[in-house]
């Protein structure tokens, strides 16, 4: 199985601050990769797919990135409705897989 | 709007079948795939399977002989069959449609449903 590395595991930044998630593929994944969003007690939304084509509706204060084994998402001003665990996925191979999250909370 | 709902019991006992329903709204099951994901207490989650729009089914083999998900096309509803469980199957439980737009990703989730398996 691809195993998908995220980091960090919990994040605490203010508001206005642009915040970066990572996450590493144990094998090139050729930008099959989808960033979530969950809030508490609420279903994923999806925010990018493709690494970098952002989901409609999305706020575009959100973007995706990377290539091969290394991407990430980038929140470029932070808002408080933005805290939640973000998860990666990759659909490259089967079976999908997950990061492991990153908590994200505002200072 | 494509809405999807997972029903089934809460508690299931070690050794028995954990058996879901997703119910979907607004758009046929007989297009695109619909899987289950999981979300285990500590917060990894796994994708479990899915079924497809002519029903053929891919499963985690993680999950070796113990899954099953089929399909009620008249109902627009698809299900999750778990045997064999044990306390390690303690989760939340997701159904998902999947997408394919040059890329898969997972566009539309059920709320989820907590299962504990306890004795």
């Known amino acids: 199985d691809i195993q998908m590395t995220q980091s960090p595991a919990s994040l605490s930044a203010s508001l206005g601050e642009t915040i970066s998630i990572e996450c590493l593929a144990s094998e090139g994944i050729s930008s099959y990769l989808a960033w979530y969003q969950q809030k508490p007690g609420k279903s994923p939304q999806l925010l990018i797919y493709?690494?970098?084509s952002l989901q409609a509706g999305v706020p575009s204060r959100f973007s995706g990135s990377g290539s091969g084994t290394q991407y990430s998402l980038k929140i470029s001003s932070m808002q408080p409705e933005d805290e939640g665990d973000y998860f990666c996925q990759q659909s490259y191979k089967f079976p999908w897989t997950f990061g492991g999250g990153t908590k994200l909370e505002l200072k | 709007e494509v809405q999807l709902q997972e029903s089934g019991p809460g508690l299931v006992k070690p050794s028995q079948s954990l058996s879901l329903t997703c119910s979907v709204t607004g758009y046929s099951i007989t297009s695109n795939y619909w899987g289950w994901i999981r979300k285990f207490p500590g917060n990894k989650m796994e994708w479990m399977g899915y079924i497809s729009y002519s029903g053929s089914t891919s499963y985690n083999p993680s999950l070796k002989s113990r899954i099953s998900i089929t399909r009620d096309t008249s109902k627009n509803q698809f299900f999750l069959q778990l045997n064999s469980v044990t306390t390690e199957d303690t989760a939340t439980y997701y159904c998902?449609?999947?997408?394919?737009?040059?890329?898969?990703?997972?566009?539309?989730w059920g709320p989820g449903t907590m299962v504990t398996v306890s004795s």
């Open positions: 493709g690494a970098n």
């Open positions: 998902a449609r999947s997408q394919y737009y040059g890329y898969w990703y997972f566009d539309f």
